[in-house]
């Protein structure tokens, strides 16, 4: 016998303003005991001392995950010259240091070679699988793995303030699986003297920013009561950067039964494209426009 998951059925999105000292996995546990939601996930790992925009899905939206996660996010992070750690950022063992600190104009002039296409290993403590185990799991065990380099999008560096010689201050965008302690990491190297990351915040993560975010405290106040609802954004917001196709009524039975329909595209799309089928404003499926029809990968089974 099947055993039935407890829980509300509530679909939507919840933006946190993550606070450091939380790990990602335990914000999306509140949240969805806040919500006493049947089912919930989150669109992109914070480390526990990071802070930031937090995307926390629930019900339904989950199905919009990994679209979100492969939309650009934005950061802006310190780093610490002079000191290499084991974890790349401040919560690691010091293991090498430098008495050597780079001007702007050295920054500046390294920032190029990580822009683009860009190949990135992994920090040790990360939750990369490595056979079955997680890098952060073997690095503990005192056996960190040597990852190997992973392709990563660079759309901007900056470099927007020198607090002092030993810090500096950036603003990143870049694509999915990046990691800002890499980073970090890697400009020290390539500088020749040593850094880590000492502050990290998300700015923001496909269609959602810190303007929609609210706090685990606000989460805390409202949990289990009628307003919590209203922390709660439409599904629909997560689909903001995908194009949009619209269907009738006579397509709406056949579209949910996961069947390709004739739709009418809101914009011109490319042949592949992936786009969402909306009825009357609501979505009704997630796939991808092939040349006047829509074909649905994924057929959201709204609560109400």
Not at 16 to 32: H, I, M, W, Y
Not at 86 to 110: F, M, N, Q, W, Y
Not at 139 to 166: C, F, I, S, Y
Request: glycine share 10%; aromatic share 6%.
């Amino acid at each position: 016998m099947t055993r039935r998951r407890k829980g509300r059925l509530i679909d939507g999105w919840v933006i946190v303003d993550k606070p450091a000292g939380l790990g990602s996995t335990d914000v999306v546990n509140k949240v969805r005991w806040a919500f006493q939601a049947r089912k919930a996930g989150h669109s992109g790992t914070l480390d526990p001392d990071a802070t930031g925009l937090l995307a926390v899905a629930l019900g339904e939206a989950t199905k919009v995950i990994p679209y979100v996660m492969d939309a650009l996010k934005a950061y802006d992070f310190t780093v610490r010259w002079g000191a290499a750690t084991t974890t790349d950022d401040a919560s690691g063992e010091v293991i090498a240091t430098s008495g050597l600190r780079p001007d702007d104009d050295a920054i500046k002039a390294a920032i190029p070679a990580y822009l683009g296409e860009i190949m990135q290993v992994p920090p040790a403590f990360s939750a990369v699988r490595v056979e079955g185990a997680r890098a952060y799991d073997l690095a503990r065990e005192g056996a960190p793995p040597e990852l190997q380099p992973r392709p990563l999008w660079v759309e901007e560096l900056l470099l927007t303030d020198r607090p002092d010689a030993d810090h500096a201050r950036f603003e990143m965008t870049c694509g999915k699986g990046g990691y800002v302690r890499a980073i970090a990491r890697d400009l020290g190297r390539d500088l020749g003297c040593l850094g880590h990351v000492t502050e990290l915040r998300r700015l923001w993560s496909g269609p959602f920013t810190l303007d929609q975010a609210v706090t685990m405290e606000r989460i805390e106040k409202l949990a289990r009561s009628e307003e919590i609802d209203t922390l709660l954004l439409p599904l629909e917001t997560g689909l903001a950067d995908l194009p949009e196709v619209r269907v009738g009524a006579v397509e709406l039975g056949r579209l949910k039964n996961g069947n390709a329909v004739g739709a009418v595209p809101q914009e011109p799309l490319d042949f592949g494209e992936d786009c969402w089928a909306s009825h009357q404003g609501r979505a009704i499926a997630l796939g991808s426009w092939q040349g006047g029809m829509f074909q649905p990968a994924r057929v959201f089974t709204r609560a109400s």
